[in-house]
């Protein structure tokens, strides 16, 4: 019969012979065929003989093995401490518990946990991301509720009167109150009046007889004096205008920018 399905073997029946029983051609023959059977299910200490099934150790160990040298063979404690082992295919581990800090084999789920870990470490409920692209930080790091933030606005830090969560400036320019002061003269008036005045003239002439025997004579006189009663007035009026200048001081109150994309964490 062999063995059992334990590896127990047994004789087949008319074993075991007790003394006096006559040996028989059946007995022998069907008693050697079943060792026999028996021995060639067995494993050959020469290495004939290849494995039909898993060799189950039980608690023991295969000892003294040789290191291998093909890519068939069994793998040593001694190799796996003193060489280096390229792995091929997909090699599948225990994932440790996260925070693992010895010197076991991590899986890609642990790392995958550890680095995720650490992303939502960095960025808490209430930070705040910024980048160049628009891409909501939820599909880049598969984590949190993410808003857009601070549109149109540049951050500054709590205190100094200042309130985190505050909003306030502007982006137009402010001009300071002040005054400007400008002195004019007031219109001023002049007269011109002619008082009245004299013209002297002269006239010269000939008195006499035609016969040649007469005498020479001038005549001198005034003009009356009169006022003209004509009055000059002359006028003068300064005036003083405050003119404009400078460009509009919409959207001119800004410190030099660069715009990106900022999120802040909600949950």
Do not use: C, E
Request: proline share 3%; hydrophobic share 30%; net charge negative.
């Amino acid at each position: 019969m062999s063995r059992n399905g334990s590896g127990v073997y047994s004789l087949p029946a008319g074993n075991p012979v007790v003394t006096g029983t006559a040996i028989s051609s059946t007995w022998a023959n069907n008693t050697l065929s079943d060792i026999a059977s028996a021995l060639t299910g067995s494993l050959a200490a020469d290495g004939q003989t290849s494995l039909t099934g898993n060799l189950n150790f039980g608690t023991n160990k295969a000892s003294n093995l040789g290191d291998p040298t093909v890519a068939q063979d069994a793998v040593t404690l001694n190799y796996l401490t003193t060489q280096a082992v390229a792995f091929g295919g997909n090699i599948t581990a225990p994932t440790q518990t996260t925070g693992n800090n010895t010197t076991r084999v991590a899986t890609t789920a642990f790392v995958k946990t550890a680095i995720d870990t650490a992303i939502q470490l960095l960025y808490p409920v209430g930070s705040v991301y910024t980048s160049t692209v628009s891409t909501n930080p939820n599909t880049l790091f598969g984590f949190g509720t993410w808003t857009a933030f601070g549109a149109g606005r540049v951050m500054i830090g709590n205190g100094g009167g200042f309130t985190a969560g505050d909003t306030g400036g502007s982006a137009d320019a402010v001009v300071v109150s002040h005054t400007h002061t400008a002195t004019s003269t007031s219109a001023s008036t002049s007269t011109v009046t002619d008082p009245g005045h004299s013209h002297t003239y002269n006239s010269s002439g000939i008195d006499g007889s035609i016969d040649g025997s007469g005498s020479s004579s001038r005549l001198t006189g005034n003009t009356s004096s009169a006022t003209t009663g004509i009055s000059v007035s002359t006028a003068t009026t300064t005036s003083t205008t405050n003119a404009s200048t400078g460009v509009s001081g919409t959207n001119a109150n800004l410190q030099p920018y660069v715009v990106v994309y900022m999120w802040t964490r909600t949950a």
